[in-house]
């Protein structure tokens, strides 16, 4: 045999492996499911690739998605490839609620590469012995007593951050709505978790949140380079110098993050009894055994988790009530009665906010920030109600189909908060399902920061309306992307005007 002949029976062994891995296998796969009546959905490139060309074609990068169960109400369950991965989407709300009682039977896919460096074993990510650990002690804190003892923290810093909107002497300014708000949750988080002492130290220049955030960009940037998505995590590190340079300054981050946490437990000896209630000192009172690596991989995982999420709901309110001036003219005669009182708003305060807590929940139904549940995989053979789920596979739900199930919630498009106001017999939709409005996800591994991102979400919200009258250009169109949450894809650059 020749040279060419060895190299051609190479390449063509190679395609026959790339033609059964990607397609064969996988299609055979998927089979299994639709013998079951799941709506088959095969790709030939990643999934990411349709999603961009629809983000490019239709303004959304999430378009099929919202498409599915609004041409298809019944659906029950879709799969679909991805590469030679096959994953089940559950859109039944019975199914729904199946596959979350059945989270022992699935593990979460890690995030991977740079991610993992960057998170660690945190609760977001990490195996079930170590999330159950951390789940614990997180719970153990995010209670009543102390969520209602930090809404006067969060109302503080997002009044001193809102005052830095126009400029001084200036009684209008101009700003990027979501980029500003993002800095504004990443100052509370910063604050939840390290109380008033998160700016006393600087990461090359920038205090802890804005240094977060930076960070975030930079891993997102170089993880999605060809290099990287061609050759993983373990060439990219030893061989693309951009990637090398950002792990470096993810490890040189943990160890500044464990030096503030060093020093907030000493300081936390000295007792301080102005020190406003924080995240920090719950976790070292309550959880003496975690190592600081540990207590660092949740601060970075809920600093993650709770900034841009929160941050995304109260933009989009924003943007939406700006379409609706009747809606927003009385949101904000409503927010005025508690925001506007020259005190620090309370948590009972936030109870009275009706209109308000409507506007957040239809923000949150519309332009969720997490749209897809990320993706777990089956560990065992099982039962999902009469579905067979085989091990290996692929499982999820996609929140944001089921949100636009125009049998559940009619003319998904629109933004209508009476979906959410409670008109007794004139209610005109039915309650929705409560297994097919899932914006914080369900079962045991919820979000466990959903009521400290619904109460931000309305500070947020309630003092931006109460200080000031805003502009959004007439010719912003909205279009969708996803990032590290579904968010505009164009930044959306408000005008604002301190209010008398
Ligand atoms: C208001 C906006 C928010 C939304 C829409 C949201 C949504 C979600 C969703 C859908 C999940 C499940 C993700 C998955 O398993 O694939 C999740 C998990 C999580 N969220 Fe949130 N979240 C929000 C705010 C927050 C806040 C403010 C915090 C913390 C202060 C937070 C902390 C977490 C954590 C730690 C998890 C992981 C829980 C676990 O695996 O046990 N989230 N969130």
């Known amino acids: 045999m020749s040279f060419f002949q060895v190299l051609l029976a190479i390449l063509v062994l190679l395609l026959l492996r790339v033609i059964h891995t990607r397609i064969i296998s996988p299609l055979f796969r998927m089979r299994h499911y639709v013998k079951q009546g799941a709506m088959k959905i095969f790709y030939l490139l990643p999934s990411f690739f349709e999603n961009l060309k629809d983000a490019k074609e239709h303004g959304d990068f999430f378009y099929r998605q919202k498409r599915r169960l609004a041409e298809n109400p019944n659906l029950r369950l879709w799969v679909i490839n991805n590469g030679s991965n096959v994953s089940v989407y559950f859109s039944d709300p019975k199914l729904i609620k199946e596959f979350f009682q059945n989270q022992d039977k699935y593990v979460k896919r890690e995030f991977g590469g740079a991610f993992n460096a960057f998170f660690g074993k945190g609760i977001f990510?990490?195996?079930?012995?170590?999330?159950?650990?951390?789940?614990?002690?997180?719970?153990?804190?995010?209670?009543?007593?102390?969520?209602?003892?930090?809404?006067?923290v969060m109302d503080e810093v997002a009044c001193n951050m809102y005052a830095k909107y126009c400029p001084e002497n200036s009684n209008s300014g101009k700003i990027s709505l979501l980029e500003q708000t993002q800095k504004v949750t990443g100052q509370i988080t910063g604050h939840l978790f390290f109380g008033n002492s998160v700016n006393d130290f600087l990461f090359d220049g920038e205090n802890a949140p804005l240094a977060v955030s930076t960070l975030m960009m930079e891993i997102m940037k170089t993880s999605q380079s060809l290099p990287v998505w061609l050759f993983g995590d373990g060439f990219a590190r030893r061989y693309?110098?951009?990637?090398?340079?950002?792990?470096?300054?993810v490890l040189r981050f943990r160890e500044f993050c464990k030096d503030m946490i060093k020093d907030a437990q000493e300081k936390s000896k000295t007792k301080n009894s102005t020190e406003k209630p924080n995240l920090l000192q719950h976790l070292l009172v309550h959880q003496e055994n975690f190592s600081p690596d540990e207590i660092v991989d949740d601060f970075l995982t809920i600093f993650i988790a709770g900034t841009d999420t929160s941050a995304h709901v109260a933009s989009m309110a924003i943007y939406y009530l700006y379409q609706n001036p009747e809606l927003l003219a009385k949101v904000r005669e409503e927010c005025k009665k508690v925001f506007s009182s020259g005190s620090r708003v309370t948590h009972q305060d936030l109870q009275t906010l009706e209109l308000t807590e409507a506007v957040i929940k239809e923000s949150l139904r519309i332009a969720p920030p997490a749209p897809v549940l990320?993706?777990?995989?089956?560990?065992?053979d099982h039962y999902l109600g009469d579905i067979h789920v085989k091990k290996g596979t692929g499982a999820t739900v996609s929140f944001l189909a089921n949100m636009y199930n125009p049998a559940i919630f009619p003319n998904p498009e629109k933004f209508d908060i009476s979906r959410w106001l409670n008109r007794g017999s004139e209610s005109k939709t039915t309650q929705p399902n409560h297994f097919s409005y899932l914006p914080f996800s369900a079962g045991p591994r919820n979000c466990i920061g959903q009521h400290v991102g619904t109460l931000e979400a309305k500070i947020l919200l309630g003092r931006f309306l109460t200080m000031f009258d805003y502009e959004i250009p007439k010719d912003y169109k909205l279009r969708?992307?996803?990032?590290?949450?579904?968010?505009?894809?164009d930044p959306i650059h408000?005008?604002?005007?301190?209010r008398q």
Do not use: C, G, Q
């Not at 969708?480 to 894809?489: D, S």
């Open 480 to 489: 969708m992307t996803a990032r590290f949450v579904y968010e505009p894809a």
């Open 125 to 152: 990510s990490a195996e079930v012995a170590t999330w159950r650990r951390h789940r614990r002690a997180v719970s153990d804190i995010f209670h009543f007593d102390f969520l209602k003892s930090i809404v006067p």
């Open 374 to 380: 990320m993706i777990r995989k089956a560990t065992v």
């Open 494 to 498: 408000v005008d604002v005007h301190k």
């Open 240 to 249: 693309v110098s951009s990637y090398k340079a950002t792990i470096n300054k």
